[in-house]
């Protein structure tokens, strides 16, 4: 009797179960679909995409996450050498300082992204860098300077209702407003006139209870700065109050100014970075106490986590992309042959699909013909193939993002898609977008818009937005930036975007474009026979 029940209560378990799998994907592949004799799979390849090419210029460029640094020459756009300046604030307001103090070091650190490689036997550690660009340990000038510019918080133009906005092309702003010598003034010139990036962990050797130890920190920008300097802004600074709070400590010491430059004919170097995570180490000595002359130590710190603007400055741009963007140049009826993303101040696609609205009822008649004909959507990409041969030797971006230009948000598959990665770049699988390398003279991106198309499809009253294309960053990024002036086409960029300085040559949509390179919608869908 128990067996007789426990088995029934089994096979009731595996029925729903399977009722449920079943329905699962019979809902997946098509919303009402039954018997599979009455339709046909079909995949189409001829939906009309109208894409050009769109301009970005001068956009917000304040508060982003990462930060791009250094000089990067592009052969396929040109040479970008980003600047970049940050206010600093105390990690404690108010610091105690004792009698006679005396400045041991002043350190600026700011970690790279690396990968650990290996360790050794003896613990020595091998590193990767990410995100550096250029010739391996090539050389760039490095200067750090006060910065005479201050960084208001608030807008006053805006009643001081919003957060102030600083711009790409205010380099000059922050340049001219520097304040006396540079303060990486030390011998070694690597810190300075010949700087590099270096995979090199920091190894400090010390001997704790007569054994000697290595303290190990993973690869970063390490400078030392003028101690003088640092005694008058900063242990002086406290004895007038200077230091009372970080209110007042960001109108005394507005922050530092990052100068970039190019070393000799070297093709320079650049990485991106998170400025966040840099700070100035100050050590001094100072007596125990008034009556206690005994030297003790003592340290102030100083975080990179005030305002900050990236400021890169565009120069030899290449012919053939300043054409491109040029707006008269661009075709917004046929679409342009090759589309140029650039991140930063550059560059972006516009795509239109289902192309035109002949009787003007406000539907583009392909998305009529199709909403009319009962298309079930399995699934829809985009496919972008690279200009292999405009791009040459450029370093291409990882990934490319497309979203709803009308608005200015994600699309639906962006909203939906659950994949998280092992870092800001590679999280939205589903989505895509990641760079494909079938082999050197054939790369794509691959962005997945099925539900954006199945909800324009089933829902009537849904718009049929124009699409953004932009070179991204950090996938997980999706806020804006403003443009410092505004176009008829946009007003605003993903703020992702703006934090990388690389470009890909994209093949574009025009009649043209060779078949097998053309930009592609590609919708898989099931139709009733």
Known sequence: MYNNSFFKKILIAACVVFLYSCDKDYNSIGDGLIGENHFAFVRDTLSTVVAYNQKIGPIQSNNLPINPLGILVNPA???????????????????????????????????????????????????????????????????????????????????????????????????????????????????????????????????????????????????????????????????????????????????????????????????????????????????????????????????????????????????????????????????????YLKGGEGSMAILELFGPDADNNGVADELETIRNSGWLINEANLVFHVDASAMGSATEPNRIYVYDLNNNRPIFDYAIDGTTGTNSKNGKIVLGGLLNKEDAANGFYKIRITNQIRNLIKNSDSTNVKLGVVVTEDINTIASSKLRKANSSISQAPRASVMSSLGTILYGSKSTVPENKRLKLEIYYTKPN
């Open 77 to 339: 756009f040109g040479t970008t050498t980003a600047n970049f300046a940050t206010q600093l604030l105390l990690s404690s307001p108010e610091p105690k300082i004792g009698n006679n103090p005396e400045i041991e070091s002043v350190i600026l650190t700011i970690p790279y992204f690396s990968t650990l490689i290996s360790t050794a036997t003896n613990g020595d550690q091998t590193y990767e860098l990410d995100s550096i660009y250029g010739g391996t340990n090539a050389k760039i000038k490095l200067s750090v300077y006060e910065s005479g510019y201050f960084m208001r918080d608030l807008d006053p133009d805006a009643n001081f209702q919003e957060a102030q906005k600083y711009y790409t092309d205010q380099n000059a702003d922050f340049d001219n407003a520097k304040v006396g010598n540079r303060l990486n003034n030390d011998s070694d010139t690597s810190q300075n006139d010949s700087f590099f990036f270096s995979a090199a962990e920091y190894r400090v050797p010390t001997t704790t209870d007569g054994k000697d130890v290595v303290t190990r920190t993973a690869p970063g920008m390490r400078l030392s700065l003028n101690s003088t300097f640092f005694k008058t802004k900063i242990i002086d600074g406290a004895a007038a109050a200077k230091l009372s709070s970080n209110e007042v400590f960001k109108e005394y010491f507005r922050g530092l100014y990052f100068k970039v430059e190019k070393v000799d004919v070297s093709i320079g170097s650049f990485a991106q970075l998170d400025f966040k995570k840099g700070k100035i180490t100050i050590k001094f000595k100072e007596d125990t106490s008034d009556t206690d002359t005994t030297r003790i130590e003592n340290t102030i710190v100083l975080n990179l986590t005030g305002n900050t603007v990236s400021l890169p400055v565009q120069s030899n741009i290449e012919t053939p992309y300043a054409n491109a963007i040029s707006s008269v140049n661009i075709d917004k009826t046929l679409g342009d042959e090759n589309l």
